[in-house]
């Protein structure tokens, strides 16, 4: 029996600028540049395994068996892996996350980075790491800046192939942390998928359209020369301008739940207290604090004294996505 087997390990990341909204939504070709930074603390693990004794795929996350459209969604994208492959062979996915699922932290940005280059490993692909951000893209948007490592570009591009992201800045760079406070652990009402498709539907759409060569540009320059209030002042309204279209897109969606809004008034009162810290937020109730290294313990500590605030997780920035020894069995 044959069996092509290659383990992955992916982090997640947190957009700076972000990507809201697909120009093509088969392939996943967004309307703008991203930025983002990778997170040390949501890594993925995932093994493939290819093997003739196999009739279907089969898909296990967290020890859990999953079937219905989680496995449809692998299943597809493990497709574009054996076209491009020439195999026929399905495939046995495992799956680890190093944070808990629930926990309203995506894990599609790690999950389809790790899962795109183990499977790609295994089926005998040897591809660049543009060509495997761009794979990556067709699983989840924000898989494909989750190849790279450290700070992140990913371009809009004008199709397919130049659609990828690279590394602007090692994680040295700049000692940034994200520290992830979680307020709720429920499913989001909209996932992100359908919300890209939403934005369009929103008049606001055009106008953060509009600015964003000059919100790109501006937040590059404050990451180039490591100026924090200009960065966060950025980083601030980029993600109420993405809350902002989410809210009147067709269908609308609010992702905020009370503790969302308490923390970003938190902030800004921190702030005004001498602690620079700036929020910024993903498509989800959870806020992402950011400030630098010297900064976190005092943060941490002054989130936990907050009753809203269910569990923390702190980051830095972190690596790329890397092939590892395979321990599990696939
Ligand atoms: O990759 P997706 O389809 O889950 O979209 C991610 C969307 C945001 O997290 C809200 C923004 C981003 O750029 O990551």
Known sequence: MSRQQATAIAH?????????????????LPYNDSLSMNLSAATTTTTVGFAEDLNTDRLTIDGEK????????????????????????????????????GTGIASSASGFAALTMAAAQAAGLRLT??????????GSGSAARSIPGGYVLWHAGSGDRDSYAESVFPPEHWDLRDIVAIVSRRHKGLGSSDGHG??????????????????????????ASRDLPRFGAILEAEALSLHAVAMTGRPAALYWSPATVALMQQAHA???????????????????????????????????????????????????AHLAPTLLTA
């Open 12 to 28: 997640s990341n947190i957009a700076f600028v972000k990507y809201w909204g697909n120009r093509d939504q088969q392939l996943r």
């Open 66 to 101: 999953h079937i219905g459209p989680a496995l449809d969604r692998v299943s597809r994208h493990l497709d574009l892996i054996r076209l491009r492959a020439g195999i026929r062979l399905r495939a046995s996915v495992q799956s680890r996350n190093s944070f808990p699922m």
């Open 129 to 138: 790491e543009a060509e495997l951000s761009a794979l990556a893209r067709r």
């Open 198 to 223: 939403a934005a369009e539907g929103s008049p606001l759409f055009a106008g953060r359209l509009a600015a964003m060569a000059e919100t790109m540009s501006s937040l590059r320059g404050a990451l």
């Open 270 to 320: 921190w702030r005004a207290e001498g602690l620079p810290v700036w929020f910024t937020l993903d498509a989800g109730p959870n806020v992402h604090l950011i400030c630098e290294g010297k900064d976190a313990t005092a943060l941490e500590s002054a989130l936990r004294n907050l009753d809203y605030v269910e569990a923390i997780l702190a980051n830095r920035v972190a690596g790329a």
